[in-house]
């Protein structure tokens, strides 16, 4: 029996990845809370401080990366995360917590980099940019079978649910390791000269304009990626005075919306610069924005809930556009030798506003629920109109996608 392709492993590893991180995440505050007895404020600060130091890891991964490639490193991050699940059962306190909380953030945010150096190694040209829309269109599928599973098992009501469900995305993760590993990489041999860059360190990033200022242009996006689930859920059910139950079915209507249709639209993508798809993400996020903050002026009825249908399936017009497409700019962006360090930089750009955003657009909200939506979008729109403007400044196999070039001589048989 023939083995499955290097890419069908890898996918399947993604999915069984994110399964189990569906499993976990919507239940995570309450497990802490049910395994330590702390109150859900206190398992709110311990794990945004776990969190926040996790950070240091970012860098680290990205040394990493470019010292021991990136399939490494993935599997180290799993293997940390898997050992940290299985210490949540016998949680007792917060320091015991903090402390498992962090081994599993180191995990955490050593996987963005990893994982998007891992793809560059493993696939090349427009076939990198059709993995990465794959990725995300399965991902996407497991966290929504894996936030099932998990609700399927707690309306058992046992409280031993809990602990079969942490321990099972240790063994999740264990499992797409094993996979990882057994997957070749296409990572070339460092050019002469290459053991001098690589002790640059980070300063070889910070030099490089473009790249930093395409990092620095994500920042307003990113921080729009993270409404459905900090500043929707709010404004829907004070702002707008809607149901709590909309806010599952406008979750819903974005993950399967990515599912189904991330793969085709990436594929359609393929004919144009990816720095223009970018940026039309990036436009498209910013009249969603302005669209939910036109709905605040009228009174909630069917007209306003239908609006918020409408602007939430703009939104994800403009993740499909932006997303993976990103991905693929950034991974052609960065240079090879210094990929690791490169992509580590970029996640940064995704892992500040993420730790930020639960406290800047609620405090922003307090102050203009409005006046949130339009700063949202004017940010989006700046994002836009930048990525368009540094295209020239890019490298040309990054702006325009090409196929994957014919493999000649030797190198057609290492592919497994």
Request: charged share 10%; glycine share 10%; hydrophobic share 55%.
């Amino acid at each position: 029996m023939r083995k499955p392709s290097s890419h069908v492993r890898y996918m399947v590893g993604m999915v069984v990845d994110a399964t189990g991180s569906g499993m976990y995440l919507p239940l995570s505050l309450l497990y802490f809370h049910h395994v330590t007895g702390l109150a859900i404020t206190q398992v709110g600060v311990i794990m945004t401080a776990a969190a926040v130091v996790g950070l240091v890891s970012n860098p680290a991964a990205g040394m990493l990366i470019d010292r021991f490639g990136a399939r490494t490193v993935v599997i180290g991050g799993y293997v940390v995360r898997a050992a940290g699940f299985c210490v949540y059962p016998f949680l007792d306190d917060g320091t015991v917590m903090f402390m498992a909380v962090l081994l599993v953030a180191l995990g955490d945010m050593s996987f963005p980099p990893a994982i998007q150096s891992f793809v560059a190694e493993i696939a090349h040209g427009t076939d990198r940019d059709k993995l990465l829309a794959a990725q995300r269109s399965l991902r996407n599928a497991g966290m929504g079978m894996g936030g099932l599973l998990a609700g399927a098992a707690l309306a058992l009501g046992s409280d031993s649910v809990y602990y079969l469900i942490v321990l099972t995305v240790a063994v999740g993760y264990l499992v797409a390791a094993a996979l990882i590993r057994t997957i070749p990489t296409d990572r070339a041999a460092p050019p002469p000269g290459a053991r001098i860059t690589r002790k640059g360190g980070y300063r070889l990033v910070a030099r490089n304009r473009p790249f930093m200022a395409l990092s620095l242009l994500n920042v307003p996006t990113a921080f729009g990626y993270m409404v459905l689930s900090v500043s929707l859920p709010v404004y829907l059910t004070q702002e707008l005075g809607a149901s709590k139950s909309l806010v599952g079915v406008l979750y819903a209507v974005n993950t399967v919306g990515i599912a189904l249709l991330q793969i085709p639209v990436t594929r359609r993508l393929g004919a144009y610069r990816r720095t223009r798809a970018v940026a039309l993400g990036a436009a498209v996020f910013a009249a969603s924005f302005g669209f939910f903050a036109v709905l605040g002026a009228f009174p909630v009825g069917t007209a306003v809930i239908v609006g918020v249908f409408a602007a939430t399936m703009v939104f994800t017009a403009g993740e499909l556009l932006h997303g993976a497409t990103a991905s693929a700019l950034v991974a052609h962006t960065a240079p090879e030798e210094t990929r690791g360090r490169h992509l580590a930089v970029y996640q940064l750009s995704w892992a500040v506003p993420i730790a930020l955003a639960p406290a800047v657009l609620t405090a922003l909200m307090a102050v203009s629920a409005t006046g949130m939506w339009l700063l949202l979008a004017a940010g989006a729109a700046v994002s836009a109109l930048g990525v368009l403007r540094l295209e020239r400044h890019l490298p040309e196999p990054a702006v325009h996608p090409r196929p994957k070039p014919e493999p000649t001589g030797e190198r057609a048989t290492v592919e497994s």
